[in-house]
Nanobody, 125 residues
Framework: HVQLVESGGGSVQAGGSLRLSCAAS????????MGWFRQAPGKEREGVAA????????HYADAVKGRFTLSRDNAKHTLHLQMDSLQPEDTGMYYC???????????????????WGQGTQVTVS
């Protein structure tokens, strides 16, 4: 069972940047897919970005393309999400997730992911 712990959230003004981190433990850092999701109050959880680890391929939601960047530190078993040019609509709780079963399907769906972190709050004003 993999444990995921997010950090790096906070409050920033529009146009600012934050770097989220997701530290994985309890499993080799070789999940089939690792993703970032966010959820604003009253809205459904939505996929933000994902990394297919074996082929090192990243995917981004249209709303964040060109502003958010995924990277990973294999030595530290950590996945980072660099968020630049933040806008108020980026506000929400951000969650890290892992698909360790190669469930497949759309990376933007919550269904494939069997491990989730507790979330870190991002507020943009």
């Amino acid at each position: 069972h993999v444990q995921l712990v997010e950090s790096g959230g906070g409050s920033v003004q529009a146009g600012g940047s934050l770097r989220l981190s997701c530290a994985a433990s309890g499993y080799t850092f070789s999940a089939y897919c690792m993703g970032w999701f966010r959820q604003a109050p009253g809205k459904e959880r939505e996929g933000v970005a994902a990394l297919y680890t074996a082929i090192n391929t990243t995917h981004y939601a249209d709303a964040v393309k060109g502003r958010f960047t995924l990277s990973r530190d294999n030595a530290k078993h950590t996945l980072h999400l660099q968020m630049d040019s933040l806008q108020p609509e980026d506000t929400g709780m951000y969650y890290c997730a892992a698909d360790t079963r190669a469930y497949g399907g759309s990376w933007m769906s919550t269904e494939p992911y069997n491990s989730w972190g507790q979330g870190t709050q991002v507020t943009v004003s």
